[in-house]
């Protein structure tokens, strides 16, 4: 089961608009294929007696496109997620996801198991990667390049993460969305565990995962009884932002308020643009590691260690000059959208996770 975690208060970082990155997230998300777009319904355990034709209802009902299957817990398989059962949901007209929960314990064998899910016939595939993962940077560069190898650069792997990148900041957030990762970014926004309104979650949510520069696919909740004005108010920022889809955990706790509320018509919300974070000097993170791997691909030489402090500081300052923008040093939005032009230049993260200060 994805695991739900209270929101860490920390200050809102300082935002400003940067619709190019918008723009290009939505580049990012048309070259990924649309197996893991629109909206979606997350299935942690199959309900006893199920058939393709009644899942294939309730996915009907709210207008689902596809369904997320859990598919393995680690190395451990989910005899649930079956051929014959994808068979017969893509055979009514049912897009079938896996979805796979990594510990990052064991990166070659849980690789083997979520490469065995597609091989069932998943049509893409979702990594549920959350606390377990901290400080594993090494494994999940292991992990990413196993998938990778064996599903190839194109089949769509998104990363179901901790949506509050600022406060896990020994989260390898920047191994499984960067050059050879993932291809979509799917916070787990329960609004709720977070103890903030929807609205209130979008906007420290989309922010700080708009660095990474992938399209945001961000999942609601249907567990805990929500009201069906917040399912409601949870679409509507999805639409006006021009986000690549949504998908809500789960079908097996869901009421029938609840689903009733997701096949309600959102409307036709006013557009807005992606508000990406300002990162300053001082801050400490996997933000930091991220950008530092793009100073680097733009000719820097940083050791990347995750803390913005002086030498990072100079080398922000010095792309900024090269690139026509204020030498200010702070990473805002054009400074993002210079650098994401670039391959990000990952290190071998076999010896640990990052332990620098420059």
Known sequence: MIRRMRWARRQ???LVVAAALVLWAA?????????????????DQVPTGATPQSLAAAAGQVGARTLYIKAADGVTAEPQFSPSLIAGLRALGVSVCAWVFAYGSEPAPEAGAAIAAVHSGSGCLVIDAEAAYETRYGQAQAYVRALRASLGRWFPIGL????EILQHPKFPYSVFLGPGGFDFDMPLMYWRD??????AAYARVLPVNAIYGRPILPVGQLYGEPAAGELEQFRVPAGSYGLAGTSFFDLDSATPTGLSA???SS???RRRTIVPATIRPGADGDEVDWAQELLNAAGARLPVGGFYGAETYRAVAGFQ???RLPGTGVLGPATWRGL?????REPSWAAGPPNSAR
């Open 27 to 43: 580049a990012a998300t048309a070259a990924a294929g649309g197996s893991i777009r629109g909206t979606a319904l997350w299935i």
């Open 12 to 14: 809102a970082p300082v």
């Open 194 to 199: 977070l103890g903030l309104s929807v609205r």
């Open 267 to 269: 409307g036709h919300p």
């Open 340 to 344: 994401l032009r670039l391959r990000a």
């Open 160 to 163: 179901a993460g901790q949506p």
């Open 321 to 323: 000059r090269r690139h």
């Open 262 to 264: 997701l096949a309600a």
